[in-house]
């Protein structure tokens, strides 16, 4: 049974009369559970199609489906992360994590559990008490991974949530990320990236967009078995995948 | 001075005792600046032989501060007074209002063009209305200088919370939060320093606008006692009364201004 699906989605901004079609009949199925990456060129309209599954951007046309449900605004449900952390500077790293419960209004102390958790997984457990401005760029998007599960989220949507960071750092949160999904601390996922081999270690399967009025051109199943260790990208495989990726998207930059 | 400064026998100071070395050298050159220019009127004024109720030398303004201190200081501390409460009041209506304008799309497109309009009226000619409206009490003062003084607040806090990052808000109504929550936990926070920048402008027109109300009317406070001099000619006089307020009033700007550094290094790190 499909957990998200869009049917023929299109999306139409207006800035002052001047009329721009970011999406152009979007058709796509996620299933329960499945982590999904999306590629495609800079400005096609990727950001935007993650924020209708928040239901954050209003559907021009056609149908999002989410759990059985049409899509109308904020599930509450879903965890996100961004380029930038966003943590909020004057509280602690602990009382970030659990920002979504204290918007829930629900009560904290079984959250609470789950945020140690999680920050022990993330190796962040002697920093709970620490601010923001106390810890490195890679410390703080591990913050904010660890904010957008908190909640126990149905969907984890990821807006290019490594792009700010150093090449290594970027390579230690990939292994973390896989290491959480592997732990089942997480589950649906939809995640925007512009690095191939990110993409490919990460996902179940790999949307390629194309340039605006952007649609999915592309449905790209990732063969290889979980638990999946950072070894994998060394593997021939691995690089076929990625150059054959490459190419399509070169090709559709192109057309 | 440099860092030597913030260690003492090669131990290092707490960083309050820094904060205060560093106050006092920033504190030094001004504090020269005056000293020198003070010498320079006393000795033009003397030199001059200018009368005293056009220019009294430094040295007789010192005196008349000295004889006249515990009645300058009692108007004086009356004036400040209501200045605090003036502050405190704007702060409180520049926040409500932004606040208000937040929540509500319609409300801030109907009011906020106006709040600008107002601020284009010169709002001082509008003092003897406020007696008229008040009385001539402490409440005309008061309500007089919440009028000239809130809107620096109000737009610092509406700057603030324009300023908040839109992940952060996409991030709130993602999770479902209400506007109202948004603003408690994200956008009024974020905005505090914003508004104590607005709150520092706002001191100085509280100050304005109580000794404004005090010309207007009043049976006492720092406005009423420089009339009452200057219909004596007490030029001495006015201008003790104007040290001392100025030391006040440098004074509760110091408490907007350390409340500032304070919000900043605690929240901000
Ligand atoms: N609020 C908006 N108003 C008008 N146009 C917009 C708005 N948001 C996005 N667009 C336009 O829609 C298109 C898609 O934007 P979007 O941010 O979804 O792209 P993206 O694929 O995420 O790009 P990037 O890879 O650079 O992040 C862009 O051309 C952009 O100019
Ligand atoms: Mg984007």
Redesign the interface.
Known sequence: MSFIRGDGLRKVYDPGGKAVEALHNVNFIIEKGEFVSILGPSGCGKSTLL?MC???EEISDGLLMVAGAPMTG???D?G?M?Q?P?L???KTVIENVL??A???RVPIEPVRERAHALLRSVGLHAFEGH????LSGGMRQRVSICRALVNDPSIL?MDEPFSALDAITRDQMNVLLLDLWQQQLARTALFITHSIREAVLLSDRIFVMTRRPATIVQNVVVPFSRPRSPELTEDVEFNRLCGHLRSMIEDSHVG | MSAEAFSIGGVAAPRWLSGAFRFADGAMRPAGFILICLAALEILARTLAVPEVLFPAPSRVLTALVSNAPTICYHAALTVSQVVAALVISFAVGVAVATIFTLSRVINDMFAPLFIVLQIIPKIALAPLFVIWFGPGGLSHLSFAVCLSFFPILAGARAGFEETSADAVRLCSALRASRLQTLIHVKLPMALPQLFVGAKVSTTLCIIGVVLGEFVSARAGIGWYIVQAAALSQTANILAALVVLSLFGLLVYGVVAAGEIVVRRRMFG
Request: hydrophobic share 50%; no cysteine; glycine share 8%.
């Open positions: 924020m928040a239901g954050l904020p599930r509450g879903v996100i961004f930038d966003t909020l500077p004057w920002f979504p204290r918007i829930a601010r923001p401005h106390e949507l």
